[in-house]
T-cell receptor
Framework: KQEVTQIPAALSVPEGENLVLNCSFTDSAIYNLQWFRQDPGKGLTSLLLIQSSQREQTSGRLNASLDKSSGRSTLYIAASQPGDSATYLCAASESGGYNKLIFGAGTRLAVHP | NAGVTQTPKFQVLKTGQSMTLQCAQDMNHEYMSWYRQDPGMGLRLIHYSVGAGITDQGEVPNGYNVSRSTTEDFPLRLLSAAPSQTSVYFC?????????????FGSGTRLTVV
């Protein structure tokens, strides 16, 4: 059974820092790996999706990497801003059939001015 | 373009009561799903649908029913509410294109069972 773990559970950093959020998964036979952002009282917003055949994806200040052999993905946020404060969730999807998402518990990020 | 609309946003139920959480999408997405989010845990899949008239169970289906009579709507029914069903419920719609799936989530329904 696929299990997804995110470390750290919470992170507080000053504005401008570069930071890395970690995600690990137990079954390397994933279809893809997605990173989502969740703001309080809101739904999830998809940030980046990495196909199982890809190594990384970039969008603006965000870069996500995927290493299936080690069961790890990282989300790198460059030059963090207070507006980046949110909970970041990673989700691995299963191969075959419906694209079920298996979520980690998330990393709660606070960027202070 | 509303995306995924969930109603109600908040609900308090007494143990044993039944209710339906509504979910509607206007993007003509083929797939829809329901997740629940509990403190300290990731979202867990309750039920999903791959098209009108087709539904299947996810990881935590007990105590919930779904149906999908139209592409747009995917209601989640709690048959007899229990305190263990206190949670935040998210509905999502998704589509498949060019080898990947795109997801849109609703803003959630916060349910408390007393």
């Amino acid at each position: 059974k696929q299990e997804v773990t995110q470390i750290p559970a919470a992170l507080s950093v000053p504005e401008g820092e570069n930071l890395v959020l970690n995600c690990s998964f137990t079954d390397s036979a994933i279809y893809n790996l997605q990173w989502f952002r969740q703001d309080p009282g809101k739904g999830l917003t998809s940030l980046l999706l990495i196909q199982s055949s890809q190594r990384e994806q970039t969008s603006g200040r965000l870069n996500a990497s995927l290493d299936k052999s080690s069961g790890r993905s990282t989300l790198y946020i460059a030059a963090s801003q207070p507006g980046d404060s949110a909970t970041y969730l990673c989700a691995a999807s299963e191969s075959g059939g419906y694209n079920k998402l298996i979520f980690g518990a998330g990393t709660r990020l606070a960027v202070h001015p | 373009n509303a995306g995924v609309t969930q109603t109600p946003k908040f609900q308090v139920l007494k143990t044993g009561q039944s209710m339906t959480l509504q979910c509607a999408q206007d993007m003509n997405h083929e797939y829809m799903s329901w997740y629940r989010q509990d403190p300290g845990m990731g979202l867990r899949l309750i039920h999903y649908s791959v098209g009108a008239g087709i539904t299947d169970q996810g990881e935590v289906p007990n105590g919930y029913n779904v149906s999908r009579s139209t592409t747009e709507d995917f209601p989640l029914r709690l048959l007899s509410a229990a305190p263990s069903q206190t949670s935040v419920y998210f509905c999502a719609s998704s589509y498949y294109s060019s080898g990947s799936y795109g997801y849109t989530f609703g803003s959630g329904t916060r349910l408390t069972v007393v």
